[in-house]
T-cell receptor, first 112, second 114 residues
Framework: GEDVEQSLFLSVREGDSSVINCTYTDSSSTYLYWYKQEPGAGLQLLTYIFSNMDMKQDQRLTVLLNKKDKHLSLRIADTQTGDSAIYFCAESLYSSASKIIFGSGTRLSIRP | KAGVTQTPRYLIKTRGQQVTLSCSPISGHRSVSWYQQTPGQGLQFLFEYFSETQRNKGNFPGRFSGRQFSNSRSEMNVSTLELGDSALYLC?????????????FGSGTRLTVV
C-alpha cells in the first residue's frame, strides 16, 4: 500500500547538522520530495529527487535515497533558527503521478 | 511573479451549510490540486484538475467537489458541512499534470465548522 512514515520530532543544537529520516512502502515511486511548513503557512518545496538517483545536494541541503531499503533522508547543514518548521517527506507514484502522498511530518526545533 | 493565491484565508461555517474555496494558480500553471490537512489525518489528496478536467481523485465523499475554469483558476466546494471537515485546505499548482515540475502550494484556507 501507499505509506510514508517519519518520526514526529527532532531537536538539534544551532550550528549542528539536522538529519530527518523517512521510509516509504511503494516501490513504484517516481519522485520523492521534502516540503517545509512554517506556522500559519502553506508548504514550501525544498527539494526533490528522482527515484533513479542516490543523492542530491543543494546548498545546505543533502538528500540521500536508498531505494533498496525505501529510505529517504534530508540533511540540513549548519542548522539555523530559521530552519524551525515541520518537514514533510512525500512521494508520487508511476500509477498516479499527480497525487502526492505525504508523511505525517517531522517537527524540527532548534536549541541555542 | 505571484504565487498560488487562496481565498478566503479563514472561514467559519455552521454544520449543514456549504462552502466554496477559491484557488488562483501561478500564471502559466495549468494543473491545480487540492489537499486537506488535519492534525489527525495529516495531508490528504482531494483531487487534481488539468485543462478544466478532473484527472485524479482521492478517497473523499461526494460532498467534496471541485472545478477548474478556462483561466486555470479552481474552486472547491463542500456541501452539507460536518464538524470533521474543519481543516486547512491547501491548493497547489504545477505547469503540467503529474509532478515532473513539482508543485507550488498556497497558504491555504482554514475552515472551521461549528
Amino acid at each position: 500500500g501507499e505509506d510514508v512514515e517519519q518520526s514526529l520530532f527532532l531537536s538539534v543544537r544551532e550550528g549542528d547538522s539536522s538529519v530527518i529520516n523517512c521510509t516509504y512502502t511503494d516501490s513504484s515511486s517516481t519522485y520523492l520530495y521534502w516540503y517545509k511548513q512554517e506556522p500559519g503557512a502553506g508548504l514550501q518545496l525544498l527539494t526533490y529527487i528522482f527515484s533513479n538517483m542516490d543523492m542530491k545536494q543543494d546548498q545546505r541541503l543533502t538528500v540521500l535515497l536508498n531505494k533498496k531499503d525505501k529510505h529517504l533522508s534530508l540533511r540540513i547543514a549548519d542548522t539555523q533558527t530559521g530552519d524551525s518548521a515541520i518537514y514533510f517527506c512525500a512521494e508520487s507514484l508511476y500509477s498516479s503521478a499527480s497525487k502526492i502522498i505525504f508523511g505525517s511530518g517531522t517537527r524540527l526545533s532548534i536549541r541555542p | 511573479k505571484a504565487g498560488v493565491t487562496q481565498t478566503p484565508r479563514y472561514l467559519i461555517k455552521t454544520r449543514g451549510q456549504q462552502v466554496t474555496l477559491s484557488c488562483s494558480p501561478i500564471s502559466g500553471h495549468r494543473s491545480v490540486s487540492w489537499y486537506q490537512q488535519t492534525p489527525g489525518q495529516g495531508l490528504q489528496f482531494l483531487f487534481e484538475y488539468f485543462s478544466e478536467t478532473q484527472r485524479n481523485k482521492g478517497n473523499f465523499p461526494g460532498r467534496f467537489s471541485g472545478r477548474q475554469f478556462s483561466n486555470s483558476r479552481s474552486e472547491m466546494n463542500v456541501s452539507t458541512l460536518e464538524l470533521g471537515d474543519s481543516a486547512l485546505y491547501l491548493c497547489a499548482s504545477s505547469l503540467e499534470a503529474g509532478t515532473n515540475y513539482g508543485y507550488t502550494f498556497g497558504s491555504g484556507t482554514r475552515l472551521t465548522v461549528v
